[in-house]
């Protein structure tokens, strides 16, 4: 079975200096899927692998998708017997969930394998065990997240197939723990959400891109200037509509008038070194792809 693992960028990021038991931080998340993703493949074998392409320099036991596959294993009472694959697309430490949508790949790949309803409530508390941006890729997109953002509150109807480029400095990287530690530090207080959340439930696109914003993100470009040199630059561009950090980063987007303005700046982003991606918002997550007869 093949499935496609979008990446997500973060129309809202609102992060409050409250924490829950976990440590968690309190969390408003507006999450969107984008085209950018990466394919994961699930067959059936004796045991459980993970491998990735190019291959990981961490082992596999480490990789989210394998500790999904086992989490699933436990819950289910089944044997997680499946070599998982990953064609890697989604850039590393960006904010771009990759790893969560790996891990949410092999949850409806064995949800699916083992014939269990991907509406059952235990798949979100599977994926919110693995990581707090997991859930979001079970479900619709866009949707609002809250508690520690892994809890859905509001499905939307889907946006527009809206041009988006992503621009992320080639050796920037942003831990997401080193973030919220630094958030702590110097908390950023955030807008409330109410009004991007008023428009995406009317499908009033124009408006909520005039509302994003991200409070995680004005930390990741103060930890590292490069964050900051791609959102001056960005903003800078004749075409961009909104510009605004990946989550934590260290990548960043600007939704843009055109498909031309999108691929056009990531040609450039490119010659200035960065590494940089023309895409789309998309209105599914994770995805089964039907094979082509
Ligand atoms: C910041 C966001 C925004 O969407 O994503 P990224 O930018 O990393 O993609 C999320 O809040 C991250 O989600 P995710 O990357 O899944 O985080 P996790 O693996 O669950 O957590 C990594 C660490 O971040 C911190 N953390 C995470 C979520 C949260 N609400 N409060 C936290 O303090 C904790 O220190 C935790 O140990
Ligand atoms: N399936 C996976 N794909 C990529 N990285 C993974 C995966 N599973 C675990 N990791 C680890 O997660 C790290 C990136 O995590 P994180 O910074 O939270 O990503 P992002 O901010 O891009 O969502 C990698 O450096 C790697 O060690």
């Not at 949850?107 to 235990?122: F, Q, S």
């Not at 510009?243 to 055109?258: L, P, W, Y």
Request: a negative charge; one cysteine or more; charged letters at 20%.
């Amino acid at each position: 079975m093949t499935l496609s693992a979008p990446a997500k960028i973060n129309l809202y990021l609102g992060v409050h200096t409250e924490c829950d038991d976990r440590g968690y931080h309190k969390v408003d998340s507006l999450m969107a899927a984008v085209g950018l993703v990466d394919t994961v493949t699930v067959t059936p074998a004796q045991e459980l692998s993970v491998q990735t392409i190019p291959a990981s320099d961490f082992p596999m036991q480490k990789n989210t998708a394998y500790r999904a596959a086992l989490a699933m294993a436990e819950r289910y009472g089944r044997e997680a017997n499946v070599c998982v694959t990953i064609e890697k697309h989604i850039p590393l430490c960006a904010g771009l969930g990759g790893p969560s949508t790996d891990a949410a790949a092999v949850i409806v790949a064995l949800a699916e394998l083992w014939g269990v309803d991907r509406g059952d409530p235990a798949l979100d508390d599977i994926a919110r065990g693995i990581g707090a941006d997991v859930p979001f890729f079970l479900h619709a997109s866009p949707a609002f997240y809250v508690g520690g953002g892994d809890v859905l509150a509001t499905e939307y109807p889907a946006l527009p197939a809206t041009p988006v480029v992503l621009v992320k400095p080639r050796e920037a990287s942003v831990s997401t723990i080193e973030a919220y530690r630094r958030f702590d530090e110097n908390p950023v207080p955030a807008d409330k959400p109410g009004a991007i959340a008023s428009a995406l439930r009317a499908g009033d696109a124009e408006t909520a891109y005039a509302l994003i914003q991200n409070n995680l993100g004005v930390i990741s470009a103060q930890m590292e200037p490069q964050i900051q040199s791609v959102l001056d630059w960005l903003r800078a561009q004749d075409g961009t509509v909104a510009v605004d950090v990946c989550g934590s980063g260290a990548c960043s987007f600007a939704i843009c008038d055109t498909v031309a303005t999108a691929s056009n700046l990531a040609a450039s982003a490119q010659q200035n070194g960065w590494w940089a991606c023309a895409t789309e918002l998309i209105s599914d997550t994770v995805r089964i792809e039907v094979p082509k007869k």
